[in-house]
């Protein structure tokens, strides 16, 4: 009970197993998974394909992100 279920978040599927720091980091980056992705191209919903991989849902085009999320790919392209 209390401060280990708390930090492991959306891991906590997993239940027991697989030690608390891997699912700690597991729910850090399933959180920033289930914020909305957008597509550069055309601003509407871009889908996760694979590792990296992204599909957008409005104009039909494949492209290239991060593993997990888009938004820090992007940022990281810029500078
Ligand atoms: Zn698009």
Redesign the pocket.
Known sequence: MGAKKKIIGAAGKFGAGYGSGVKSRFSAVEAKQRIKQI?P??K?R?KRKGSGIWA?S??K?NFTGGAYYLELASKRRKS
């Open positions: 597509c191209f055309c509407g871009a957008c409005k104009c085009k």
